[in-house]
């Protein structure tokens, strides 16, 4: 997880299911300038209630999720009904049938 990015100083959430990565993620979150909530959570069970975000961000992590469809329900679950999914694009995933 690249915090360092432009577009990840936006305040709010990220996902983080390796315990090793979410050591990392902690470290480099220090360094942002906005307020970042490091989750250590699978995509497959996001914890924030139903409707809490305004965008969902995934890059190039569709591939990575067990079970991509549940993490894409678990995103659109989080998202408000005005919300909106956005993600970079992917080669072809097995696990996503």
């Known amino acids: 997880m690249n915090l360092s990015n432009t577009w990840l100083q936006a ?11 979410l050591a990392i993620a902690r470290r ?4 942002c300038t906005k307020s970042v909530k490091l989750i250590g959570s699978p995509a497959e069970r996001i914890p924030p209630e139903s409707q809490s975000f305004d965008t969902v961000i995934t890059t190039w ?3 990575s999720i067990e079970d991509a ?3 894409l329900k678990e995103m659109r679950r ?3 009904a005005d919300g909106q999914l ?3 694009p992917q080669g ?6």
């Open 86 to 88: 956005l993600g970079s």
């Open 28 to 31: 480099a979150a220090e360094q």
């Open 78 to 80: 989080v998202l408000k």
């Open 11 to 21: 305040s709010g959430f990220r996902l983080e299911p390796s315990p090793e990565l």
């Open 69 to 71: 469809a549940q993490g």
């Open 61 to 63: 992590t569709l591939c």
């Open 92 to 97: 072809l995933c097995a696990n996503l049938g």
